[in-house]
């Protein structure tokens, strides 16, 4: 029962409320990239490494997102830098 609500809440909070029965096959990316992130943050990870979380998840700026970083000890992302080498 417990892990029937971190299942709900993790959906909840990522809005994947609405493809939680697809196939892989079914999703776009941005909800394949969704569901990763739901499937690594089931397991209440002390540490989480993500790579520019805000590139393809667009919720990096959510209330939920910052409780959830508010919440852990050590979260670190990348992110990409609006300079570009190219000249």
């Known amino acids: 029962e417990e892990r029937l609500?971190?299942?709900a809440?993790?959906?909840e909070a990522l809005d994947l409320e609405g493809i939680a029965?697809?196939?892989p096959r079914e999703l776009s990316r941005r909800s394949a990239q969704r569901?990763?992130?739901a499937r690594a943050l089931a397991l209440e990870p002390e540490a989480l490494?993500?790579?520019d979380?805000?590139?393809g998840l667009g919720m990096v700026e959510s209330d939920w997102w910052r409780g959830f970083i508010a919440a852990k000890s050590i979260v670190?992302?990348?992110a990409q830098s609006r300079w570009s080498s190219a000249s």
Do not use: N
């Open 9 to 11: 809440e993790l959906l």
């Open 53 to 55: 979380p805000g590139s």
């Open 76 to 78: 670190v992302y990348t």
């Open 49 to 51: 490494l993500l790579d």
């Open 21 to 23: 029965r697809r196939f």
């Open 5 to 7: 609500e971190r299942v």
């Open 35 to 37: 569901v990763a992130l």
